[in-house]
């Protein structure tokens, strides 16, 4: 509208209104400019899911010019996808994630894996401090007096009631080597009894024989020590009778009594 052939202040911001909403191309949505059903230019929250764990998601979409043919939507009264470098603005999207938190498959899993690794650990703890593991793992394949006959192979059995009389089938398939006494009976301190050539004595009348019939202990100054060393020779086992608890000492004052008396009489 002319006013003395000047446009009045009106009719000027009618003419500059839309050229400058033309015009304006900035980040985001012109003003009157809505978008597209389905888009909003602003930020969205959802819920995601992972393998593992679920999280708050927040979407964040914006439009900005990049330009005539460059982009692939177009400024309309909403945006349009209109195909890969067809438009003039490009979609942004910013997506970040928080609160992560696991999902509840994971917490049962861990759950399952821990109870499994705490439930091995406690089987093999018992299988270590149990009687028959011990002594099958930690004795040698020649100790036999290591957990006698606990977790024993077939190997150690047979060189034990070989070399020393121990562990012996019932069958006799197996023998003691010569000079090698067998064990008769069960483990029982100076009680426990060796077979040797035929003869079945317990450890401590072996010990009190040997202090006086064996040719080789009577020349030696300390026959008792002597008796019980020959005697372990042949029965390993005895070794649980005590050379103190044999009474071989006893035996030998009383033989030395006797000889006294013998000689001057």
Same mark, same amino acid.
């Given at each position: 509208?002319?006013?003395?052939?000047?446009?009045?202040?009106?009719?000027?911001?009618?003419?500059?209104?839309?050229?400058?909403?033309?015009?304006?191309?900035?980040?985001?949505?012109?003003?009157?400019?809505?978008?597209?059903?389905?888009?909003?230019?602003?930020?969205?929250?959802?819920?995601?899911?992972?393998?593992?764990?679920? /999280?708050?998601? =927040?979407?964040?979409?914006?439009?900005?010019?990049?330009?005539?043919?460059?982009?692939?939507?177009? &400024? &309309? &009264?909403?945006?349009?996808?209109?195909? $890969?470098?067809?438009?003039?603005? #490009?979609?942004?999207?910013? =997506?970040?994630?928080?609160?992560?938190?696991?999902?509840?498959?994971?917490?049962?899993?861990?759950?399952? /894996?821990?109870?499994?690794?705490?439930?091995?650990?406690?089987?093999?703890?018992?299988?270590? %401090?149990?009687?028959?593991?011990?002594?099958?793992?930690?004795?040698?394949?020649? #100790?036999?007096?290591?957990?006698?006959? $606990?977790?024993?192979?077939?190997?150690?059995?047979?060189?034990?009631?070989?070399?020393?009389?121990?562990?012996?089938?019932?069958?006799?398939?197996?023998?003691?080597?010569?000079?090698?006494?067998?064990?008769?009976?069960?483990?029982?301190?100076?009680?426990?009894?060796?077979?040797?050539?035929?003869?079945? /004595?317990?450890? %401590?009348?072996?010990?009190?024989?040997? %202090?006086?019939?064996?040719?080789?202990?009577?020349?030696?100054?300390?026959?008792?020590?002597?008796?019980? #060393?020959?005697?372990?020779?042949?029965?390993?086992?005895?070794? &649980?009778?005590?050379?103190?608890?044999?009474?071989?000492?006893?035996?030998?004052?009383?033989?030395?009594?006797?000889?006294?008396?013998?000689?001057?009489?």
């Amino acid at each position: 509208r002319l006013v003395g052939g000047v446009l009045s202040t009106a009719a000027l911001a009618e003419v500059r209104a839309p050229l400058s909403s033309e015009r304006m191309m900035p980040h985001g949505h012109p003003p009157g400019i809505s978008p597209r059903p389905g888009e909003w230019n602003g930020e969205e929250e959802t819920v995601t899911t992972g393998l593992f764990c679920v /999280a708050d998601q =927040k979407v964040q979409t914006d439009y900005t010019y990049v330009g005539e043919g460059r982009g692939s939507f177009t &400024q &309309q &009264q909403v945006y349009n996808f209109v195909g $890969e470098q067809q438009g003039s603005f #490009d979609r942004n999207e910013v =997506k970040t994630y928080s609160h992560w938190r696991p999902r509840l498959c994971t917490m049962i899993l861990l759950a399952v /894996a821990t109870v499994g690794l705490a439930s091995y650990a406690v089987v093999q703890y018992l299988a270590a %401090s149990s009687p028959s593991s011990s002594s099958g793992s930690s004795c040698g394949e020649q #100790d036999c007096m290591c957990g006698f006959h $606990e977790g024993w192979s077939n190997t150690k059995k047979t060189w034990c009631c070989q070399n020393h009389g121990m562990g012996c089938p019932p069958d006799m398939s197996i023998q003691p080597l010569p000079g090698v006494g067998k064990l008769v009976s069960a483990l029982q301190g100076c009680a426990t009894r060796c077979e040797l050539k035929g003869v079945s /004595a317990d450890c %401590s009348a072996r010990v009190n024989f040997a %202090s006086t019939e064996e040719a080789s202990v009577k020349m030696s100054p300390n026959k008792c020590q002597a008796a019980y #060393d020959l005697v372990l020779q042949q029965c390993l086992f005895c070794s &649980q009778c005590p050379l103190e608890n044999t009474g071989c000492a006893a035996t030998a004052i009383r033989l030395f009594e006797m000889h006294n008396q013998t000689v001057h009489a």
